[in-house]
């Protein structure tokens, strides 16, 4: 790809809302991952969580909006009307324009909410715009109804991977002379940290094993790290704005980033565990790097997917390391789970706002509360502190239950040559 560029960016966080409070937040390397709410008084385990802080959104949405959403759909919005400002795109073509919306779990909390209504209250609880609220397509569909918009209106469910697969599928669209402008992310909502029940979602993730039960807030998100123990549910939402090169230059819009390379392949291998070997990773990796037009040691720095899983990370390690195992300068990988937790479907066009400040600003984070890195990692894991570093080729990976393997690169707008890193200040 040759002719996609980004244009703006939006983010709901765990750091609140925007994109500079993420960003700085990140950089002064604030852990935002706290108690869960839903842990009895007495339980055993220790478990944690990452959702976006509670805040009256009456400013920020129509109220009608709010009681008909899920909270995925919600923070899907607010960082589209983020992203549009930033580009200075006020008015999208409504013919030319897709959006491209990624989710793992879609209103999946609303219904679980709802159910417990039911079942402790009675049907007359369960919110008569329940079914609105639910469907996964509703993030996208309402972006559409606010902005007027009715070119192609899609969404994307690959797990973890769907944000990274959104922008790839939207850059094709822009790059096949389809649509001149594409609104494409991805959202997960979370059950806030107010509602009076315990989510099913919750008791499941601790059953299979997924969930952190360390002490210690700060060491229960480990990316890479040989004392990962396993992941913390975050949420929010991430967009970034992607046009056709000519139209953006047309509007003289400010050119942030150029989508080169878009790989997406599966495992077919297991519905949670990946292979073991990464081999398939790898192969997405590949592609994108291939798609891009470029070799693997062009690659200047890695936002890994790293959850922070013995399984998840190690695959992610050992396709790294047989992509890389031949390159002749240095590669810097970095993940920002340890910041705010995963954030599911979100958190790959999180990594790619990431990788936007770092052309723009000349730094990378460091991946957060990692101190010991796994024995097979083969590269420049950034720890302890961000780093400054000037990068033209950024490469984000997605990779998600059920085998989906997606990943991107992502290209500075200037031509600089990287230079060597060095500590930031």
């Not at 009715?150 to 850059?171: E, F, K, R, V």
């Not at 039960?213 to 939402?237: N, W």
């Not at 599911?344 to 066009?349: F, T």
């Not at 990068?391 to 998600?400: A, D, E, L, M, T």
Request: overall charge negative; proline content about 7%; some cysteine.
């Amino acid at each position: 790809m040759d002719e996609v560029v980004i244009t703006g960016g939006g983010v709901v966080s765990p750091y609140g809302f925007g994109y500079q409070p993420f960003i700085d937040g990140l950089h002064s390397g604030s852990v935002v991952i706290g108690d869960n709410p839903w842990v009895p008084p007495g339980d055993e385990y220790f478990t944690w969580y990452a959702p976006v802080p509670d805040a009256d959104l009456s400013d920020r949405l129509d109220p009608k909006i709010i009681d008909g959403t899920d909270r995925f759909a919600r923070w899907t919005l607010i960082a589209v009307h983020e992203a549009l400002q930033r580009a200075g795109l006020a008015d999208p073509p409504p013919l030319r324009t897709a959006v491209v919306i990624g989710t793992s779990g879609g209103g999946t909390n609303s219904l679980q909410r709802a159910q417990h209504l039911a079942s402790t209250q009675g049907p007359a609880a369960v919110p008569r715009k329940l079914l609105i609220q639910i469907w996964p397509n509703m993030a996208a569909s309402q972006i559409s109804m606010e902005l007027g918009l009715h070119g192609p209106q899609l969404t994307i469910c690959s797990a973890c991977a769907s944000s990274i697969d959104a922008i790839g599928l939207a850059a094709r669209m822009i790059e096949s002379g389809q649509v001149d402008v594409a609104i494409a992310g991805g959202a997960e909502g979370g059950n806030g940290t107010n509602d009076d029940f315990v989510p099913a979602t919750f008791y499941a993730q601790r059953a299979y094993g997924m969930t952190t039960f360390v002490p210690g807030r700060l060491e229960a998100s480990l990316p890479m790290d040989v004392q990962r123990s396993g992941v913390v549910t975050g949420e929010g939402a991430g967009i970034v704005i992607l046009e056709r090169k000519s139209h953006a230059e047309a509007r003289n819009a400010r050119i942030l980033g150029r989508v080169r390379g878009w790989g997406t392949v599966a495992d077919g291998y297991h519905p949670s565990a990946p292979e073991p070997s990464g081999k398939w990773e790898a192969e997405a990796m590949r592609q994108a790097i291939l798609d891009a037009d470029c070799q693997p040691d062009d690659i200047d720095a890695i936002l890994a997917h790293a959850t922070g899983t013995p399984k998840g990370d190690g695959a992610e390690i050992a396709a790294i390391n047989l992509l890389h195992q031949d390159r002749s300068t240095p590669l810097y990988v970095t993940s920002i789970k340890g910041h705010i937790g995963h954030t599911g479907a979100a958190s790959g066009v999180m990594a790619v706002l990431v990788c936007l400040d770092t052309f723009a600003n000349k730094r990378l984070p460091h991946t957060a509360g990692t101190v010991h890195p796994d024995p097979a990692v083969a590269f420049d894991l950034v720890m302890k502190k961000p780093i400054a570093l000037d990068v033209k080729r950024c490469q984000i990976n997605g990779f998600g239950f059920g085998g989906q393997n997606a990943s991107l690169v992502i290209e500075a707008p200037a031509q600089a040559a990287p230079q060597q890193a060095t500590s930031a200040t």
